[in-house]
């Protein structure tokens, strides 16, 4: 799996995780599908291409203030639960924490 597509199986599974616990829901509620189309798009346009830091790490943060908080949230909560939900995705993620932000050429 290429490092973006990655990085949207990895935000859907958390905001999967947030809303089931949340508010209960099993598909997503409309709020959270919101947001996750939000940072899929942010995504897909991201400058930095396959070459991209996690987003937390992100010198630019593209995302309006308010979806940055909502998201900050969700990951807050998310994250800590990942490894036993998703493991094999989390560990990825660690992976790729660990890059700096690169340029893409
Ligand atoms: S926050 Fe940064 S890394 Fe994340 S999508 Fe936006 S530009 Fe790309
Ligand atoms: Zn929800």
Not at 11 to 22: E, L, T
Not at 74 to 99: C, E, I, N, T
């Amino acid at each position: 799996m290429k490092r973006l597509e990655r990085e949207q199986v990895t935000v859907s599974a958390m905001v999967g995780i947030w809303c089931r616990d949340q508010h209960g829901q099993r598909e997503l509620c409309p709020e959270c599908r919101a947001l996750l189309d939000y940072s899929r798009e942010r995504l897909n346009r991201c400058q930095f291409g396959d070459a991209k830091p996690t987003c937390k790490k992100c010198p630019v943060h593209c995302y309006q203030p308010q979806k940055r908080e909502a998201m900050r949230i969700v990951m807050r909560y998310a994250g800590p639960r990942m490894p036993w939900r998703h493991p094999l995705l989390s560990l990825l993620h660690l992976v790729d924490g660990k890059r700096g932000p690169k340029k893409r050429p």
